[in-house]
C-alpha cells in the first residue's frame, strides 16, 4: 500500500539500450549484478555548497547486512573521501548552519539505539551527544549551531506494570501485530556540545507514529520557537489528522500554528515568518499533496497551478521560491515554484530525480538521481538553472552490460482519460519477432511507473520477456483528477486502465499474446489478483504482499482510516457494506485460473499476511496451481540483499517457468 513507495516502487525504475558491442556481446544484468548494487541515500550539500556529505551503502552477503559509511563529495571535482567506518544504522545527515560541524544519527554501541553524533569538520571523532533509552528519530539545529532539537519516543506505557507481569492492553487504533500499547513520542532540545537534553512536550500527542512520518523540527528564525508536525496519537490510524503546532523552547503548551487537518512537514523560509508545508489538496484524502504556504498571515495553495502530487519540497535561500520533487509522466522531475506565479521545471537533462535534495544557503541543490542506463548516483545544480552534472560512479560496472531497451508508452484509457506506462523489451530484441509479455504493476495505489534502472526489470528483460509497467488511475504522475479516480472504484476502473494499456502494447505487434503473465507488490499485487479474478488472459501470475480482501485488511491493517478514504465510508456500516466486498479480489477467486507464486512478509503490518493466506487457499481448493513462500520479516518488503535476491529470483523463475 502506500509504504511501497519505500519499498518496491523505489524499484520499478527501468532502463535503454546501450550501444552494442563490436565484438562479443556484452553480458545482460544477472542476480548476481544485483548483490553489487551501491546504495545512495541523504546527500546533504553544505552551506557553501562546495561539499556533499552523502551515505554510502555496499551490499554484504556474508553478513546480509550492508556496509555503510558517511562519505564526503567535492562538488568541484566529485573526489570523494569516507568520514566514518564501521558505524551501525547511519542515517539523517545534517549539517551545522555554518558548516563547521556535521550531524548524523547512528547506533550507539552503549545504549543499543539511534543517537545523534556530531562531527568537527576541521578534524577529530564524532562525538555522541544523546543517550536517550528508546533512540532518536529525527532532529534538526537551531539557527545559531548551538542547540539541537529531536523527537524520541516516550517510555512503555505501564512500564512498571509490565515488568510485574501484567501486560494486558487495551486495542484503539493499532495493527494487529502489536504486543503493547504504544507510547507517544515528544520533542527535546540539546545543546549541539552535549549535555543534559530537556523535554518541551509531553501529553498524549505525538509527533511520529508507529509506522513513521515523523518530520524534523522546524526552528524559527530567532531561535526562540519550534515547530512539529502534531499527530492525534502514537498510532497511525488517525494520522490523517495532524496538524502543525509549535512551542517555545523554554517549554509550554503547544499553540497551534497550522490547524488544517493533515498538514505536515513545516519548514519555516530562510530568515522569515513565512511557513510552508504539505497537506492533501483541499485537504481531500484522494488527492495529491500540495506544497501551501502561509504568507503575510494567508494561507494559500502555491502548487495549485500544476494541481498534482509532490513528495517533499525545500525553500531555496532567497525565501522568495520552493524546489519541488514529483512525478511528471513517466519522469521524475523538480519545479522551481514562486511564492506566486507559474513554476519552473528544472533542467535535469535524462536524469531521473529519484532520492532526497538538499539545498545549500547559495542555490546549489545536491540529489540522488538516475537515467534509463545507470543506477543511483549523486547529482548536483550549481543552481535551479544551471544542468545537472554526475559527482559518483559508484555503480559504473552497470555501464559494461547489455540492458533492455525502455520507452515510454501512451494510450487513451477509459473515461477519456490520457495514460502512460514503461516498455522494456528483451535483451537482444529482434524486430519482427514476438515475445511473451510480463506486467510488473505499481504500487501504492499513490506511486508511479518511472523511466529510470530498475534491477527487477532487466532480470526479465535478460530472460528474455517484455516488460510492461502500467500506470492506473490513483497512480501521481498525471495530475490530480486521475489520482482522485480511484475513489469508490479501486479495481474495477484500475483494471480497465491496465487492460487498455495491454491492449496498447498489443498493437506494436511485438508481443506473443499466448504468453502474458501479470504480476505485482502491495497495492500492484492487489491488482494482479483483481485481474487475475476477472480477465482470463494470463498465463501466470506473481503477487507480493498482495491485498485481497479490503473487509480484512481494514480491519487489522495499521492505515485503517486510511483505507475508509478510498470508499468514503467503513466496510461494517450499510454505506460501506456492498461496496467493500465488491471491490475486494478474495469475492472473486473462483474465477482463477493463472498459476500463481505468492510472497510475503510473515510481521507485515502494512498488507498483513492473511491476505496472501486467504488467496492461496482460496486458490489451492479450486485446483489452480499455487506456491506460497513467507519470508519472516516485519517489514512490507524484504530489506536484505539476500532476501532481495530470493525475491526476484523466484519471480523470474516462475514466469520463466510458465511463460517460455
Given at each position: 500500500?502506500?509504504?511501497?513507495a519505500?519499498?518496491l ?5 527501468l ?15 544477472q542476480?548476481?549484478?544485483v ?20 551515505i ?28 566514518t ?12 548552519p ?21 562531527m ?20 534538526s ?18 512500564e ?27 520533542l ?14 509531553e ?27 502534531k499527530f ?7 494520522s ?8 517555545g ?32 489538496r ?43 520533487q ?20 528544472l ?15 547559495t ?33 559504473a ?19 477519456g ?25 505499481h ?42 479516480a ?41 491488482m494482479?489478483?483483481w ?31 486510511g ?24 469475492t ?16 507485515d ?8 493466506e486467504?488467496?492461496?487457499h ?15 520479516e516485519?517489514?512490507?518488503?524484504p530489506q ?21
Amino acid at each position: 500500500m502506500k509504504s511501497l513507495a519505500s519499498a518496491l516502487f523505489l524499484f520499478s525504475l527501468l532502463t535503454a539500450w546501450p550501444i552494442a558491442a563490436v565484438s562479443a556481446p556484452a553480458p545482460a544484468f544477472q542476480l548476481s549484478d544485483v548483490q553489487k548494487l551501491v546504495s545512495l541515500s541523504e546527500p546533504q550539500i553544505s552551506p557553501d555548497g562546495r561539499q556533499i556529505a552523502v551515505i554510502v551503502s555496499t551490499p554484504d552477503w556474508e553478513t546480509d547486512k550492508p556496509k555503510q559509511e558517511l562519505d564526503l563529495v567535492d562538488t568541484a571535482s566529485g573526489t570523494r573521501r569516507a568520514l566514518t567506518w564501521d558505524r551501525e544504522e547511519v542515517s539523517a545527515v545534517r549539517w551545522s548552519p555554518d558548516g563547521t560541524r556535521l550531524a548524523f544519527l547512528a547506533e550507539d554501541p552503549q545504549t543499543k539505539k539511534p543517537q545523534i553524533f556530531v562531527m568537527p569538520m576541521n578534524g577529530g571523532d564524532a562525538k555522541c551527544i544523546t543517550d536517550d533509552k528508546q533512540g532518536v528519530d529525527t532532529y534538526s539545529w537551531s539557527p545559531d549551531g548551538r542547540h539541537i532539537a529531536f523527537i524520541a519516543q516516550d517510555p512503555p506505557l505501564s512500564e512498571k506494570a509490565i515488568k510485574q507481569h501484567d501486560k494486558v492492553f487495551q486495542v484503539t487504533d493499532g495493527n494487529f501485530l502489536l504486543k503493547e500499547a504504544v507510547a507517544p513520542w515528544q520533542l527535546w532540545v540539546v545543546p549541539a556540545a552535549g549535555g543534559q537534553a530537556k523535554q518541551l512536550t509531553e501529553g498524549a500527542f505525538s509527533l511520529d507514529t508507529d509506522q513513521g512520518g515523523a518530520t524534523p523540527p522546524a526552528w524559527s528564525r530567532d531561535g526562540r520557537r519550534i515547530a512539529f508536525t502534531k499527530f492525534p496519537s502514537p498510532y497511525w490510524g488517525p494520522s490523517f489528522h495532524s496538524v502543525i503546532a509549535e512551542v517555545g523552547v523554554s517549554g509550554g503548551t503547544p499553540a497551534v500554528l497550522v490547524a488544517d487537518q493533515g498538514a505536515v512537514s513545516g519548514a519555516y523560509a530562510p530568515d522569515s515568518e513565512d511557513f510552508a508545508f504539505q497537506r492533501p489538496r483541499h485537504g481531500d484524502e484522494n488527492n495529491g499533496n500540495a506544497v501551501y504556504v502561509s504568507f503575510n498571515g494567508k494561507i494559500y495553495d502555491a502548487s495549485a497551478a500544476l494541481a498534482r502530487n509532490f513528495n517533499f519540497f525545500h525553500w531555496l535561500p532567497d525565501g522568495k521560491a520552493l524546489v519541488m520533487q514529483g512525478e511528471l509522466g513517466t519522469r521524475s522531475v523538480l519545479w522551481r515554484q514562486p511564492l506566486s506565479g507559474n513554476a519552473s521545471l528544472l533542467d535535469l537533462g535524462d536524469v531521473n530525480a529519484d532520492g532526497a535534495l538538499s539545498v545549500s544557503k547559495t542555490g546549489s541543490l545536491a540529489f540522488i538521481g538516475s537515467t534509463a542506463t545507470h543506477p543511483g548516483e549523486l547529482y548536483v545544480m550549481d543552481s535551479v538553472h544551471a544542468q545537472s552534472r554526475r559527482l559518483t560512479d559508484v555503480n559504473a560496472f552497470v555501464d559494461g552490460l547489455s540492458l533492455g531497451r525502455t520507452e515510454s508508452i501512451e494510450w487513451r484509457g477509459p473515461n477519456g482519460f490520457h495514460e502512460d506506462g514503461v516498455l522494456t523489451y528483451p535483451v537482444g530484441y529482434e524486430p519482427g519477432h514476438k515475445y511473451p509479455l510480463v506486467l510488473v504493476i505499481h504500487g501504492g495505489p499513490e506511486g508511479a511507473s518511472t523511466v529510470g534502472f530498475s534491477p527487477l526489470t532487466q532480470l526479465l528483460a535478460a530472460a528474455g520477456f517484455l516488460v510492461f509497467q502500467p500506470n492506473y488511475r490513483g497512480s501521481i504522475n498525471l495530475g490530480d483528477q486521475y489520482q482522485h479516480a480511484i475513489y469508490r472504484d479501486t479495481g474495477k476502473g484500475p483494471g480497465k486502465d491496465v487492460m487498455a494499456g495491454l491492449a496498447a502494447v498489443e498493437k506494436l505487434g511485438i508481443v506473443d499474446k499466448n504468453n502474458i503473465g501479470v504480476t505485482g507488490w502491495s497495492y500492484g499485487g492487489y491488482m494482479t489478483t483483481w485481474l487475475s479474478g476477472h480477465y482470463n488472459v494470463w498465463k501466470a501470475a506473481v503477487a507480493g504482499a498482495p491485498l485481497t480482501d479490503w473487509v480484512m485488511d481494514y480491519t487489522i491493517a495499521y492505515y485503517q482510516t486510511g483505507d475508509r478514504y478510498f470508499f468514503g465510508s467503513s466496510p461494517w456500516t450499510d454505506a460501506g457494506w456492498k461496496i467493500w466486498r465488491a471491490q475486494s479480489p478474495i469475492t472473486y477467486v473462483r474465477n482463477v485460473r493463472a498459476p500463481t507464486l505468492l510472497m510475503s512478509d510473515v510481521d507485515d503490518a502494512n498488507v498483513p499476511f492473511v491476505n496472501a493466506e486467504e488467496w492461496y487457499h482460496g486458490l489451492r481448493d479450486n485446483g489452480v496451481p499455487v506456491e506460497f513462500y513467507a519470508y519472516p520479516e516485519t517489514t512490507h518488503f524484504p530489506q536484505d540483499i539476500v532476501q532481495t535476491t530470493d525475491v526476484y529470483r523466484r519471480w523470474v523463475g516462475w514466469m520463466v517457468k510458465y511463460l517460455k
